[in-house]
C-alpha cells in the first residue's frame, strides 16, 4: 500500500511539473483539435479506432499536430496492448523484444499488440525491414508518427502494408481554442482565474505557431510566467514577443493580397531585391510557405514561360522541397526561386496563347477534327476515311510535314506568339523538301506570318 501511495504521490508531482503542453495533451479523440477530417464524427481514423479494427497505419504531418496524442489515444480506445518506442533511442533490439512480448501475450491472453514508433522515419532500411514481416503477419499493430514525407523516408513495402493519415497544420480557430482551455482549466491549465490575453497578443501567438499546437502552449506558458513577473494579470504583446524573441507583423487580409501583389510584380519587374524583401516579409509574418511556392510555380509559366523552360522544373523543385524540409530551412529553397525568376529573361506568350485558343474555343464553332487525324487504329477506321493521308512528321526531313492540325474553323488563327526574348524563339527557320533542297518552299511552321 505504501509503495502505491508513494508511486501515485510521485506521478501527481510530476504530473504538475509537466510543461503546458503535455499538461493538456487531450484526454479524448473530441479533445483532439484541428484534424476533423480524421477525427470528426464518422471520419475513418475515428471509426477504426473506436470500434478497435486499426490496422497498421502511418500518421504524417508537421510536429504539434497531434500525432503522439492520437496514438496515445488508441491505446485507451483499444483492448490490445499498447507499446511505445523512439526511432531516435530504439534498435533492432527493442524491436525484437516487443515482438516477443506480443508473441507471448497472444499465445497466452490471445490479446494483440499495438507498438507505435516515434519518428519512424529515424529507422533505417534495415530497421524498417526488421519491423516487416511482423507488420504482415499481424503479430503487432504499427502506428508510425513521421513529421517527413513517408514516400521519400519509408520503405515501399512498409508503405505497402500500412495506411496512411495526414494530419495537417492546426487551423488559426483551433489554436486559440487551445488557448482559451489553457487559461480556463483550472486543473490541468496555466492555474490562474485571473489570467486573460490580449487580442494582439493572442494573434501573434497563433501567427507565429505556424500550426504547431506545442510551439504555441509552450510560447503561451513562456508569456504567462512573464505577466505573472510583472504583476499584472492580462498577458501583452510585449510579453508575446518576449516570449517568442520575435516581434510582431501586422499583417490584415488586406494587407495579404497587397503584399503577395508586390511580390509577383517585382518578380515580374526582374528586382530580385524587392522579391527577397517581400518574401522575408510574408514568411516573418507566418504567411503559409506552400502558399508562396505555389504562386512562384504559377509566376513561372505565366511571366517566364517559353523564354527560359526550365523556370517551371526549378519553381516546382522547390515547392516540393518547402514539403521536404519544410521551415525555417525551406526559406532558402524559396529565395533561390525568387532570385532565379527574378532574374529570367520575361515572356508571356504561353499566357496569350493559351486564354486566346479559350477565347475562340468559347465563341467560335468547334468544327470536327480533320479526318486524317483521327484514330486510324481500329478495324474498319479506313473504311471510314480515319486516318486516310495522314503523314507521319519523322519520316519527313526535319520531323515536318506539311499539314493541317486543326478544324477549318481555327485553322487560320495564331495562338503562340514568341517574344524573341530568352528562348522564346521560333523553332526552326527552315524545313528541307525529301529532295534535300536548302530552297525548297516547303517551310516550317515557324516561318508562317504572324501578324499582331
Given at each position: 500500500?505504501?509503495d502505491?501511495?508513494?508511486?501515485?504521490a510521485t506521478?501527481e508531482?510530476?504530473?504538475?511539473?509537466a510543461?503546458?503542453?503535455?499538461?493538456?495533451r487531450?484526454?479524448s479523440?473530441d479533445?483532439?483539435?484541428g484534424q476533423?477530417?480524421l477525427?470528426?464524427p464518422?471520419r475513418?481514423?475515428r471509426?477504426?479506432?473506436?470500434?478497435d479494427?486499426l490496422?497498421?497505419?502511418?500518421?504524417w504531418?508537421?510536429?504539434?499536430t497531434?500525432?503522439t496524442s492520437?496514438?496515445?489515444?488508441?491505446?485507451h480506445?483499444t483492448?490490445?496492448?499498447?507499446?511505445a518506442?523512439?526511432a531516435?533511442t530504439?534498435?533492432v533490439?527493442?524491436v525484437?523484444?516487443?515482438?516477443?512480448?506480443?508473441?507471448?501475450?497472444?499465445?497466452?491472453r490471445g490479446?494483440g499488440t499495438?507498438?507505435?514508433?516515434?519518428?519512424v522515419?529515424r529507422?533505417?532500411?534495415?530497421?524498417?525491414d526488421a519491423?516487416?514481416p511482423?507488420?504482415?503477419?499481424g503479430?503487432v499493430?504499427?502506428?508510425?508518427a513521421?513529421?517527413?514525407?513517408p514516400?521519400f523516408?519509408l520503405?515501399a513495402?512498409?508503405?505497402?502494408r500500412?495506411?496512411?493519415f495526414?494530419?495537417?497544420?492546426?487551423?488559426a480557430e483551433?489554436?486559440?481554442?487551445l488557448?482559451?482551455?489553457a487559461?480556463?482549466?483550472?486543473?490541468?491549465?496555466?492555474?490562474?482565474?485571473e489570467?486573460?490575453?490580449?487580442?494582439?497578443?493572442?494573434e501573434?501567438l497563433v501567427?507565429?505557431?505556424e500550426?504547431d499546437?506545442r510551439?504555441?502552449?509552450t510560447?503561451l506558458?513562456?508569456a504567462?510566467?512573464?505577466?505573472?513577473?510583472?504583476a499584472?494579470?492580462e498577458?501583452s504583446l510585449?510579453?508575446?514577443e518576449?516570449?517568442?524573441a520575435?516581434r510582431?507583423?501586422?499583417?490584415?487580409a488586406d494587407e495579404?493580397?497587397?503584399?503577395?501583389?508586390?511580390?509577383?510584380k517585382?518578380i515580374?519587374?526582374?528586382?530580385?531585391d524587392?522579391?527577397?524583401y517581400?518574401?522575408?516579409?510574408m514568411?516573418?509574418?507566418g504567411?503559409?510557405a506552400?502558399?508562396v511556392?505555389?504562386?512562384?510555380?504559377?509566376l513561372a509559366s505565366?511571366?517566364?514561360g517559353m523564354?527560359d523552360?526550365?523556370a517551371?522544373?526549378l519553381?516546382m523543385?522547390?515547392a516540393q522541397a518547402?514539403?521536404?524540409?519544410g521551415?525555417?530551412?525551406?526559406?532558402?529553397n524559396?529565395?533561390?526561386?525568387?532570385?532565379?525568376?527574378?532574374n529570367?529573361p520575361k515572356s508571356?506568350?504561353?499566357?496569350?496563347?493559351?486564354?486566346?485558343?479559350?477565347?475562340?474555343?468559347?465563341?467560335?464553332?468547334t468544327?470536327?477534327?480533320?479526318a486524317?487525324?483521327k484514330?486510324?487504329?481500329?478495324?474498319?477506321?479506313?473504311a471510314l476515311?480515319?486516318?486516310?493521308?495522314y503523314v507521319y512528321p519523322?519520316?519527313r526531313?526535319g520531323?515536318?510535314?506539311e499539314?493541317?492540325?486543326?478544324?477549318e474553323?481555327v485553322a487560320?488563327?495564331?495562338?503562340w506568339?514568341p517574344t524573341?526574348?530568352?528562348?522564346d524563339?521560333?523553332?526552326?527557320?527552315?524545313?528541307e523538301a525529301?529532295?534535300?533542297?536548302?530552297?525548297?518552299?516547303?517551310t516550317?511552321?515557324?516561318?508562317?506570318?504572324v501578324k499582331s
Amino acid at each position: 500500500m505504501g509503495d502505491d501511495l508513494f508511486t501515485a504521490a510521485t506521478e501527481e508531482r510530476l504530473r504538475r511539473r509537466a510543461p503546458l503542453a503535455a499538461r493538456l495533451r487531450p484526454r479524448s479523440l473530441d479533445e483532439v483539435v484541428g484534424q476533423q477530417h480524421l477525427l470528426g464524427p464518422g471520419r475513418p481514423l475515428r471509426a477504426l479506432i473506436e470500434a478497435d479494427r486499426l490496422s497498421s497505419v502511418i500518421l504524417w504531418g508537421p510536429p504539434g499536430t497531434g500525432k503522439t496524442s492520437v496514438a496515445r489515444l488508441t491505446a485507451h480506445a483499444t483492448a490490445q496492448a499498447f507499446e511505445a518506442l523512439s526511432a531516435v533511442t530504439a534498435g533492432v533490439k527493442d524491436v525484437r523484444d516487443v515482438v516477443e512480448r506480443a508473441r507471448d501475450r497472444l499465445g497466452q491472453r490471445g490479446q494483440g499488440t499495438i507498438l507505435f514508433l516515434d519518428e519512424v522515419h529515424r529507422f533505417n532500411r534495415t530497421q524498417q525491414d526488421a519491423l516487416l514481416p511482423h507488420v504482415e503477419e499481424g503479430l503487432v499493430v504499427l502506428v508510425g508518427a513521421t513529421t517527413e514525407n513517408p514516400y521519400f523516408s519509408l520503405t515501399a513495402p512498409l508503405l505497402s502494408r500500412s495506411t496512411l493519415f495526414r494530419l495537417e497544420p492546426v487551423p488559426a480557430e483551433a489554436l486559440r481554442e487551445l488557448v482559451a482551455r489553457a487559461l480556463t482549466d483550472r486543473e490541468r491549465g496555466l492555474g490562474d482565474d485571473e489570467l486573460s490575453i490580449s487580442e494582439d497578443a493572442m494573434e501573434h501567438l497563433v501567427d507565429r505557431a505556424e500550426g504547431d499546437a506545442r510551439h504555441l502552449l509552450t510560447s503561451l506558458e513562456v508569456a504567462a510566467a512573464l505577466t505573472c513577473e510583472s504583476a499584472t494579470k492580462e498577458i501583452s504583446l510585449e510579453c508575446a514577443e518576449a516570449a517568442l524573441a520575435a516581434r510582431a507583423i501586422q499583417y490584415g487580409a488586406d494587407e495579404h493580397y497587397d503584399i503577395i501583389s508586390a511580390f509577383i510584380k517585382s518578380i515580374r519587374g526582374s528586382d530580385a531585391d524587392a522579391g527577397l524583401y517581400w518574401l522575408a516579409r510574408m514568411l516573418e509574418a507566418g504567411e503559409d510557405a506552400r502558399y508562396v511556392a505555389r504562386r512562384l510555380v504559377i509566376l513561372a509559366s505565366e511571366d517566364v514561360g517559353m523564354a527560359d523552360p526550365l523556370a517551371l522544373p526549378l519553381a516546382m523543385a522547390a515547392a516540393q522541397a518547402v514539403e521536404f524540409v519544410g521551415l525555417p530551412e525551406a526559406q532558402l529553397n524559396l529565395a533561390h526561386c525568387v532570385v532565379y525568376l527574378a532574374n529570367c529573361p520575361k515572356s508571356n506568350s504561353v499566357t496569350l496563347g493559351i486564354g486566346a485558343a479559350t477565347s475562340d474555343v468559347r465563341t467560335l464553332p468547334t468544327g470536327v477534327v480533320p479526318a486524317h487525324l483521327k484514330d486510324g487504329h481500329y478495324k474498319g477506321a479506313s473504311a471510314l476515311g480515319h486516318g486516310v493521308g495522314y503523314v507521319y512528321p519523322h519520316d519527313r526531313p526535319g520531323a515536318w510535314a506539311e499539314q493541317e492540325y486543326r478544324p477549318e474553323e481555327v485553322a487560320s488563327r495564331i495562338y503562340w506568339r514568341p517574344t524573341g526574348r530568352g528562348r522564346d524563339i521560333a523553332r526552326l527557320a527552315t524545313v528541307e523538301a525529301a529532295d534535300g533542297d536548302p530552297q525548297s518552299s516547303r517551310t516550317g511552321p515557324e516561318q508562317r506570318e504572324v501578324k499582331s
